[in-house]
């Protein structure tokens, strides 16, 4: 779960995941956890080099039947080109260059007649070996110590089946880990990734995706391994080549959008980030809240309801997987980005509150998709401004049912069963290490008597989950059901009002770790400087480094994106701009304070650079930073479990919050049941439905919405600059009337 | 023909003022229009009812503020104002039935596409469940 689950957070998919050598292969064959079994490859130290064969072998065909798709399946498949396509204008990488890349494959195959129980015997140029067999005793302690590809371990038979010279054979791939070139000896995993540079292929290491300059392949080899079928090779017909092209480097599109955006209207506002961030205090200490001006809520009420709707599992997750793959030098560029996404997040909320609607009961419409609309007829843009509304309100809706919805209840789910399940799970590991052990001393009565403890549990903990799931999604669609359709606002109101409180906690303890490390940090601070203009710290380079810290953090703080504004416009003032600069204070808030948090943890534990949990144990996001805290502060992981199914409440709440008002501007205020059903449902869904794509497509939503809002917002950014201007001569010259 | 007791469903909107002009012309003394505002129930996820003080109460209050400037502009200040909540085609004939009321004076929005498919319009619903006779004004400005 760890690898594949937590790579989407925040929307993105398969950056980075290309190459995670033969333990992702196996682990989606062979259904172990991957945390489970300890792949250490020193039971071969001693094996010897191989020669890649001189020429291809003849080609297995595989024929193990493919498991029965399921309706869900079916479902998630057909979002699946969706995603793609979506992923693909979204992440369009501006400014990638293209590189030479091989991937190595090497194995050797080992067949037998099928249906009969004899010994496998290796498949070779002259066809099959006498000498060089596998006996099926052995299959068992072979798998593991992980020597096979994609064995089938499910009804733990190991081999595949296949067709071979007409007949049917079952057969096994064996891997090959080490070869011989020449004089050279390479240590390989299955996939292993080579890139070119400088007329050589260099080995694409596991962390940061860094090049190994001692691992390397020449030309020469090249040919030698592809002779031998050892490269994989793509394309079909004339088309085929081993030699395979990629892209690297450059930018996202949605995140050089975001990025324009934020910095444009920081110069564009004079640096009102920086100057207003005094008198944002100011505001929300309540100093000019007069409770008769026309809104709902005070300054700061409407700061916490924004925040309770960004503050989530980006800021626990995301961050980490920068942290993780961006190296310290990201943390530098995360900050930056929190630090002028402050002024996107102030222009868009300062129109909120401008072009917002209060109804006859005093209640307020505002956000996007009305300054959208109304802002832009005003310039004379009314047909832009039309559509432009509508794409938003229509992406918005379609967040709030998945990316604020279904995701969130999808990954705190699994967080907390993650979390009850501990201890069942650790017992797992220690009978996967005992059945290694037995295997490997092959004593079958020890292997049959431990593998039948281990199916049960297995087959316990899989049951519980799936009672888990269905309980979980009650419980929730229950809590979030009485609270938007029974309008028991008790709950909702609790919610929101711990958030601030459980953001508060998390900041502590993280503090906490950071000054139990206090001595390191002087060097931390030294490195995230210097890595951030490092060139050579990941593989994408400088400009590698800076979008993964501007992606993560701006996928964290939503600054650009328009959803907050929908927050803010109810504030009760009669000066847009004034809530504009209380807005300002939530990249600041979300960013500059509980991400770095986050990521101050994850450097100084070492936990970005830790290759055991990162690369042997495959951990990342949340899991990755789960384990963070809890080599520092044991019991905190429940806390943190608390936290991200808090946050991901809260979030639900907030984001429902969100849909509705675009429901009611889109259909009108008689849609709103239809609306509130429908997110219930959502809710029960997320948390029974392991639909991966559904996710991923609804979260890409949100990042969307970033490209009508933007837009609006250059094109309206002329009227909050005068606007400005204007209040802040009066503020200057002390006309605003203070309260407190 | 003059009317004895007349219901004028009130949005707010522009076209508000013809409504209620067309009604005060149709009686003979003012106290004989009722002005009825529909509200949705409340929603209990906006910040304004989760941390702020918006309720029934309070919306009931901004509603009779607006009443309050309506009778100062049509000089009318004996007009009966009402505030209820629920659905608004069904509320408004329920009102008019209640009071005995023998003219509805509605304004109608005209909506088109898809807004008109999904809403159809409060005017229809009250022709559809009134009691009594109603007169619908066809908006000028109609989307």
């Keep these: 779960m760890t690898l594949c689950a937590t790579l989407f957070f925040g929307g993105i998919c398969g950056l980075w995941s290309s190459v995670r050598g033969d333990e992702a292969t196996q682990e989606t064959q062979a259904p172990i956890p991957s945390e489970a079994v300890d792949s250490s490859q020193e039971d071969t130290p001693d094996a010897e080099g191989v020669n890649p064969p001189a020429a291809v072998l003849p080609k297995i065909e595989d024929a193990e039947p493919e498991p029965a798709k399921t309706f869900l399946k079916r479902i998630d498949s057909g979002f699946a080109t969706a995603v793609e396509y979506m992923y693909a204008v979204l992440f369009y990488r501006l400014g990638a260059k293209t590189e030479d890349y091989v991937v190595y494959t090497g194995h050797d195959v080992y067949l037998r007649t099928k249906g009969t129980d004899g010994p496998f015997h290796r498949l070779t140029s002259e066809g099959l070996s006498d000498t060089d067999v596998i006996l099926s005793s052995d299959l068992e302690a072979r798998f593991y110590k992980r020597e096979f590809i994609d064995a089938i371990s499910d009804s733990s038979r190991y081999f595949r089946q296949g067709r071979y010279d007409g007949k049917e054979v079952e057969y096994l791939k064996v891997r090959v880990p080490k070869i011989r070139l020449g004089e050279r000896e390479l240590e390989l995993n299955y996939n292993a990734k080579f890139v070119k540079q400088d007329g050589k292929y260099l080995l694409v290491g596991e962390m940061r995706e860094l090049l190994d300059p001692d691992v390397f392949l020449e030309s020469a080899d090249i040919d030698r391994l592809h002779t031998a079928g050892w490269l994989r090779v793509d394309g079909s017909g004339g088309k085929a080549t081993h030699l395979l092209k990629g892209e690297v480097g450059g930018a996202p599109i949605v995140v050089v959008w975001l990025s324009i955006g934020a910095v444009f209207f920081t110069f564009y506002m004079r640096g009102y980030n920086f100057r207003g961030f005094r008198h944002s205090i100011e505001v929300i200490r309540g100093r000019y809240d007069n409770p008769k001006e026309a809104g709902e809520v005070s300054h700061f009420q409407a700061l916490t309801a924004a925040l309770s709707a960004t503050v989530g599992l980006g800021n626990i997750a995301g961050v980490t997987i920068a942290m993780t793959i961006g190296g310290p030098g990201a943390f530098f560029w995360m900050i930056c980005c929190g630090f002028f996404g402050m002024t996107s997040k102030f222009t868009e909320c300062t129109l909120g509150q401008k072009y917002r609607k209060i109804k006859a009961d005093g209640t307020v419409l505002g956000g996007p998709m009305v300054y959208l609309k109304d802002g832009l007829a005003e310039i004379g843009l009314a047909p832009l401004g039309f559509v432009l509304s509508i794409l938003f309100t229509v992406m918005c809706i379609l967040a709030s049912f998945g990316g604020g919805n279904m995701f969130q209840i999808n990954e705190s789910g699994k967080a907390l069963l993650k979390q009850v399940q501990r201890p069942d799970a650790s017992v797992l590991v220690e009978l996967e290490n005992g059945i290694k052990q037995a295997a490997i001393d092959k004593d079958a009565d020890k292997v049959q008597e431990l593998r039948k403890q281990h199916s049960e549990l297995r087959g316990e903990m899989s049951a519980f989950a799936t009672r888990f799931n269905i309980g979980y999604g009650l419980v929730m669609a229950l809590l979030v059901g009485s609270v938007i359709i029974g309008g028991i606002k008790r709950i909702g109101a609790a919610a929101e009002k711990v958030v601030p409180t459980m953001c508060l906690m998390y900041i502590l303890a993280c503090l906490w770790i950071i000054l139990s490390h206090a001595g390191e940090l002087p060097e931390l601070i030294i490195l995230i400087f210097t890595e951030a203009f490092n060139g050579d710290a990941i593989r994408g380079g400088l400009i590698g480094v800076l979008v993964i810290g501007v992606q993560r953090a701006a996928f964290s703080n939503e600054a650009g994106v328009g959803s907050a504004s929908i927050a803010h416009s109810a504030a009760r003032t009669e000066e847009p701009i004034r809530e504009g600069t209380v807005a300002l204070l939530e990249p600041f808030i979300d960013t500059i304070v509980v991400c770095s948090m986050t990521a101050l943890v994850i450097l100084i534990t070492g936990a970005w650079n830790n290759p055991e949990w990162v690369v042997t144990r495959g951990l990342s996001g949340a899991a990755l930073t789960n384990q963070a805290f809890e080599s520092e502060i044991a019991w905190f992981t429940w806390v943190l479990c608390a936290a991200v199914i808090l946050f991901a409440f809260s979030t639900v709440i907030s984001w429902s919050y969100y849909g509705e008002r675009c429901c009611e501007m889109l259909f009108g205020p008689r849609s709103i049941m239809v609306y509130k059903v429908l997110c219930v449902t959502c809710v029960f869904v997320g948390a029974v439905v392991n639909a991966g794509s559904v996710l991923d497509f609804s979260d890409m939503m949100i990042l969307s919405m970033a490209f009508p809002n933007i837009l609006g917002l250059f094109l309206l950014s002329p009227k909050v600059r005068a606007d400005l201007a204007d209040y802040w001569k009066r503020y200057k010259a002390g006309q605003f009337k203070t309260y407190k | ?143």
């Design chain 2, 1 to 143: 023909m003059k009317k004895q007791n007349v219901v004028v469903p009130v949005d707010f909107s522009d076209s508000t003022d013809r409504a209620i002009e067309t009604a005060l012309d149709l009686v003979d003394s003012s106290s004989q229009v009722s002005l009825i505002h529909v509200l949705f129930a409340l929603d209990s996820i906006s910040p304004g009812t989760l941390l702020g003080n918006v309720s029934d109460e309070s919306r009931r209050e901004h509603v009779q503020q607006k009443f309050d400037e309506l009778k100062a502009r049509h000089s009318a200040a004996d007009m009966n104002t009402v505030v209820r909540i629920g659905n608004p085609g069904l509320e408004i004939s329920d009102f008019a039935s209640d009071i005995g009321a023998d003219l509805i004076v509605i304004p109608s929005h005209g909506y088109h596409g898809m807004k008109r498919l999904i809403l159809g319009s409060v005017a229809e619903r009250v022709i559809r469940h009134a009691d009594c006779d109603v007169l619908v004004l066809r908006r000028n400005d109609s989307e």
